[in-house]
């Protein structure tokens, strides 16, 4: 995901200064609005309504106060937290989802838990995130939402300010607040992060999304329909400067022998049938950062790999085994859930240590079997990689009676080709 994001950000550039001109013509500038700080004025800022206000910056207007606080939001979250904060708690980013979608019956009735992570992430991102899910979810689907929180700087600790939004909202019985002093990592506090949920399902999120009408139902049905099923929304697009919410294209997911993410276009044609505008359809892999699970699967798929550090190739690891052992990832066009895409990743890995490349090395010697000397050359520093004691999860693989890599190209990712070397040794 994050390989496409300069991509998607010209795009969303274009697009938004071709509006911009456009309603320059249709209306006068709206004011700019007030900046009321949520880190030191929660109630107010909760209370403020930012409507009818320009909530985007322009640096030479900033007071000295604000222009620091804008160069620190982004050098600390490579986005406009400025902008974010006068955006407010509430906004409303519209219908996204294809219009038959409104007229589909989901049959789904789970209790679920929405498990959202965060490292140093600003408050107001995560309080409009975690308003949205609760105005925008049925009050008898959503059991409740597990933040924990990874270790966070001090400067950018938010348990205090969420125990006292959850109390001013009176949401505290539905959110469950924990924090490790330790870092651990997205991927091995996920896990941890599960182990505290309690619903039927879980929802996996970034700590930088906005949902949209009727996001969770489509989700559930295919797990109803089938319990070894992991569900994808469609990922739309949030400036990282404007906060402008954006349509994305549907797509499926993706990778290379190097073991990259892609994603993967749909040909046009394929959405000429009304129905496949609704249908979920399956897709080899995942991005990884939102996605909808049975806890119990997720408990039998062996959870996240807690061999591996920090971020990355988490999301390749869950779609292997997820196909190879019996399961599906499908996406539910009719589920759309904005995504903030920072223009750069604002925080540190673990020192001495490439973890896309050890995450990666140790998916391929898991997974991939004879294939894995694909991933090698494709990735030809991550030879010599140690990638620990995979003991484990062999063993995991050799329990859930899991198919091989061939089988996977096979039939899951036939698209996936295997390279015409011109040498066989590596």
């Keep these: 995901m994050r390989a496409l994001i300069p991509l998607l950000l010209y795009c969303i550039a274009v697009s938004h200064q071709d509006e911009t001109e456009s309603d320059k013509k249709e209306s006068p500038p709206l004011v700019r609005c007030p900046h009321v700080n949520p880190y030191k004025n929660l109630q107010d800022w909760l209370s403020y309504s930012q409507n009818n206000c320009n909530h985007t910056t322009l640096e030479t207007e900033l007071n000295d106060e604000d222009k620091n606080y804008y160069k620190f939001g982004l050098k600390s979250f490579a986005f406009d937290v400025l902008a974010s904060d006068r955006l407010g708690v509430r906004r409303d980013p519209g219908t996204q989802a294809h219009k038959l979608c409104a007229d589909t019956k989901f049959d789904a009735e ?242 001495f240590m490439d973890t896309t490349v050890h995450n990666s090395a140790r998916v391929a010697k898991v997974w991939l079997g004879d294939h894995q000397k694909h991933f090698f050359r494709a990735r030809s520093l991550s030879v010599n990689t140690d990638v620990g004691d995979i003991s484990e999860r062999l063993e995991l693989k050799k329990k859930l009676g899991c198919k091989d890599m061939e089988w996977y190209l096979k039939n899951v990712y036939t698209d996936l080709k295997i390279p015409d070397y011109k040498h066989d040794e590596l």
């Excluded at 349509?247 to 046009?268: N, Q, R």
């Design 110 to 351: 789970f209790s679920t838990s929405v498990v959202i992570i965060h490292h140093n992430e600003a408050l107001s991102v995560l309080l409009r995130m975690l308003t949205g899910i609760f105005e925008r979810t049925p009050a008898h689907l959503l059991k409740e939402i597990v933040l924990y929180e990874d270790a966070s700087e001090k400067e950018h600790m938010l348990t205090e300010h969420l125990n006292k939004f959850a109390s001013i909202k009176g949401y505290t019985d539905k959110m469950k607040i924990a924090r490790s002093d330790e870092r651990q990592g997205l991927i091995r506090a996920k896990t941890l992060a599960s182990r505290l949920a309690t619903g039927d399902v879980i929802v996996f999120m970034d700590s930088h999304c906005e949902v949209t009408e009727r996001w969770l139902e489509p989700l559930l049905a295919p797990i109803k329909e089938n319990p070894k099923s992991v569900v994808l929304p469609i990922i739309d697009l949030i400036h990282p400067f404007t906060f402008e919410y954006s349509k994305a294209m549907v797509t499926k997911s993706g990778f290379e022998w190097d073991l990259t993410f892609k994603w993967m276009y749909i040909p046009w044609d394929y959405f000429d049938t009304p129905e496949n505008n609704v249908k979920p359809f399956e897709s080899p892999a995942m991005s990884g950062g939102l996605l909808a699970i049975r806890r119990e699967y997720f408990k039998e798929l062996g959870e996240y790999d807690m061999g591996m550090e920090i971020w990355g190739a988490e999301n390749i690891e869950l779609s292997l085994k997820t196909w190879m052992c019996g399961g599906r990832i499908l996406v539910a066009p009719c589920s759309r859930i904005g995504h903030v895409f920072r223009y750069r990743r604002p925080y540190e890995g673990k020192p």
